[in-house]
């Protein structure tokens, strides 16, 4: 195990055992033997940034992925280190379910966060750009410019770049500016006085957004096939320019991320979308939480940027290269290399839609299953445009949690509340990053004639459910798509998800219901197969697994599997505990952050818990259980965590179709269990290692894509 991996072990461990849990009686008895959320999700961001040391991996994804590790980390102080600094203000000395305080987490995070970061910056500098540069993809610094490039890069900036750039000179008169969340800002010293006589000694310049944070040269200017410049280089080569007739001593980039949480004040005399429109301009200046400078900066400047955003020591990380490597995604895209790219590959579509595009007579014939990406998301949005066209439709009903901006399905709603068609689309506005594109779908369908509805206050609807009524023999029929991820064609080719078509008139039944109480009054109905969030899911699954349990005590065999993103909530894994106790096997696909020990003697030795990083990201939630040989199989929305259960709008269905249900367990679970290239196995202390070095290699994706696409 390298220096790297035993440090991240030892963390772990040391967490486990500094901090014994204080008694609360509202959590249930199992602190000590949880692994703490935020620990396991840096877990997570370190299994994405190991794809970029992967030699396996095609090298500009690896670029790709050093990028996304880089995203990753951005949302978890936007959000997660947020809201603990926010417990440390207020009260932080309340325990957690593990029995960490947000003070005792904070520390133990700051330091593995402080080694991530610069292990990323390590893999970019010594082993990603020399490697590139042996492909002929040079990333071209200021002390190798021959006289060409220094020319071209200098004409560059007086064309592009200085006209956009408006220095700020600090001084009673022009105090610090406001910071943009996430934006490159350069700390510039200075020396001498201006045309005014003032001799500020720093100026801070900001760089509009809209600049690429990396120039391609033409390739005869950069002497290789992809030469490629930092807008930051640029601008420390030409800071001069901005200051004429001063002395620049030096210039440092920096870059601030700040607190993304949106307030919602719920005794607001306002809609939800009016409050959403007053706060989301105010997200871009929420409280700092993280300071990212060069490397090279000195500590006074370190120390004086430190002060005006109020962090501490253990928030300000140093960086050896560009402040902001997620602006690097735009490099394997500017690439046209194949070879250092994965295969492009076409979806493919099940039998029942090969022939036959009359998507409502094709699902009378039997349930429909998408797996995506192997299979395309076109029947989805074919479903949608169909109903909008067909005379004998009359409404459409649909949630939304993330879309996109371009959404052809959202159009196709559009059109059909043109037609006169009843359309109803239940928008989730507080979809995290998403509010301003869902508040703009809201308006274009309320100004046709759909009826759109926030959800509940208070429950985040994530539930992915369409239905459409259709008049057929003098009757209207139901047909329903229910989903384990969004309504969205773009992350639809990224993320594994499921999607089912079914007229199956009690699962659609079921569907109806729900609509009906999302958009009104009352209490839910008595669903027959559906199991939904916050009422009968979380006590469904609870009884599942001790059904479980109680076979396996029996003397019957008993197994449960299930994957999911994340498994957290604490009387799930108390329940897991129990069953694995009395002998039941248990397996888990969690791809991000896990609190449940597996491989404990007594408690959780009949558990494996196993992560799966590859070119598509896990998405899918399936729940099986072996129940005495009936095999049940579930798919869902929801995630194993306390806010999915309890505080969203999320649905869980049966597979009843006995063929759909085998599909299910051969391309969603067992490909996944057999996975020893993307697959990460958890040990008892919360850590994960790779498998590897087997002599029968076999990815779950790449056999999906060989089977499917």
């Known amino acids: 195990m390298s220096p790297f991996a035993e440090n991240a072990v030892s963390l772990t461990n040391n967490a486990a055992r500094a901090f014994k849990p204080a008694g609360n009686a509202d959590l249930p008895v199992v602190q000590e033997n949880v692994v703490n959320r ?89 082993v990603l750009t020399p490697a590139l540069a042996a492909q002929g993809i040079r990333f071209l610094r200021r002390p190798s410019w021959t006289r060409s490039q220094a020319q071209w890069i200098k004409a560059y900036f007086f064309r592009e770049l200085l006209p956009l750039l408006t220095p700020i000179g600090l001084s009673p008169m022009h105090p610090f500016p406001r910071v943009l969340n996430k934006t490159l800002n350069f700390a510039v010293e200075l020396e001498g006085s201006d045309a005014f006589d ?122 050896n290269g560009p402040v902001n490597l997620v602006r690097l995604l735009q490099v394997p895209d500017s690439v046209e290399r194949a070879d250092l790219k994965y295969p492009v590959f076409r979806p493919g579509l099940p039998n029942a839609l090969f022939a036959q595009q009359d998507m409502f007579y094709a699902i009378r014939e039997g349930d429909i299953l998408l797996h995506h990406p192997y299979q395309s998301f076109a029947p989805v ?20 949690y993330r879309a996109g901006h371009d959404s052809a399905l959202l159009q196709a709603l559009i059109n059909a509340a043109r037609s006169g068609k009843e359309v109803t689309v239940i928008v989730e506005l507080l979809a995290r990053f998403d509010e301003e594109t869902n508040i703009n779908w809201a308006t274009q369908l309320e100004e046709v004639g759909a009826h759109v509805v926030y959800g509940v206050s208070g429950y985040k609807v994530h539930a992915k459910m369409a239905m459409v009524m259709r008049r057929e023999n003098g009757r209207i029929r139901r047909y329903a798509h229910l989903g384990t991820g969004n309504y969205h064609a773009q992350t639809a080719r990224l993320y594994t998800d499921f999607g089912l078509f079914t007229c199956d008139e009690k699962m659609t039944s079921d569907v109806a219901s729900i609509f009906n109480q999302l958009t009104g009054l009352g209490h839910p109905d008595k669903l027959a197969h559906l199991w939904q969030s916050p009422f009968t899911l979380h006590p469904a699954l609870m009884k599942a697994i001790r059904r479980e349990t109680e076979h396996a005590r029996g003397g019957r065999k008993a197994r449960i599997v299930a994957k999911v993103n994340a498994l957290l909530e604490t009387r799930i894994i108390e329940a897991l505990y129990e069953a694995s106790k009395a002998g039941v096997r248990i397996r888990l696909i969690v791809r991000g952050a896990c609190a449940l020990r597996p491989g404990i ?109």
């Open 198 to 319: 003032r001799s500020s000694t720093a100026a801070i310049v900001q760089p509009p957004r809209a600049l690429p944070r990396v120039i391609l040269l033409p390739a005869e200017i950069a002497g290789c096939d992809y030469g490629f410049v930092f807008l930051s280089s640029i601008l420390h080569a030409h800071m001069g320019e901005l200051f004429p007739g001063m002395k620049v001593r030096g210039s440092y980039q920096f870059r601030v991320t700040r607190n993304s949480e949106l307030f919602i004040d719920e005794e607001e005399k306002k809609t939800l979308r009016e409050i959403l429109q007053g706060e989301l301009p105010h997200r871009s200046f929420g409280d700092a939480v993280r300071l990212e400078v060069a490397a090279n900066c000195p500590d006074a400047m370190k120390t004086f940027l430190q002060q005006q955003f109020s962090l501490a020591d253990a928030d300000v990380f140093p960086v």
């Open 381 to 400: 949005v074919r479903f949608i445009e169909q109903a909008a066209q067909d005379p004998d439709v009359v409404a459409i009903k649909q949630t939304v």
């Open 601 to 709: 003697p007594g408690l959780s030795e009949n558990i494996e818990v196993r992560s799966i990083i590859g070119r598509f990201l896990e998405h899918t939630r399936v729940f099986y259980f072996h129940n005495n040989k009936a095999k049940d199989v579930y798919l869902s929305s929801a995630d194993w965590m306390h806010r999915n259960f309890f505080r969203r709008v999320e649905i869980c269905f049966p597979v009843l179709d006995p063929q759909i249900k085998k599909r299910i367990i051969a391309e969603g679970l067992k490909p996944y269990l057999k996975d020893n290239i993307g697959a990460w196995e958890m040990t008892p202390d919360g850590y994960y290692h790779r498998r590897h070095g087997h002599q029968h290699a076999y990815s779950a994706q790449n056999a999906l894509l060989d089977m499917l696409s």
């Open 38 to 126: 935020e620990l396991s999700q840096l877990e997570f961001n370190r299994r994405v940034l190991a794809q970029a040391e992967d030699p396996d991996t095609p090298l500009l994804e690896r670029l790709r992925f050093l990028c996304i590790f880089s995203s990753n980390m951005d949302e978890f102080y936007e959000i997660r280190i947020a809201g603990l600094l926010e417990q440390i203000r207020g009260d932080g000395f309340v325990a957690d379910y593990d029995g960490l305080t947000a003070g005792q987490v904070h520390a133990l995070i700051s330091k593995r966060a402080h080694e991530l970061v610069a292990h990323q910056y390590h893999v970019f500098n010594d």
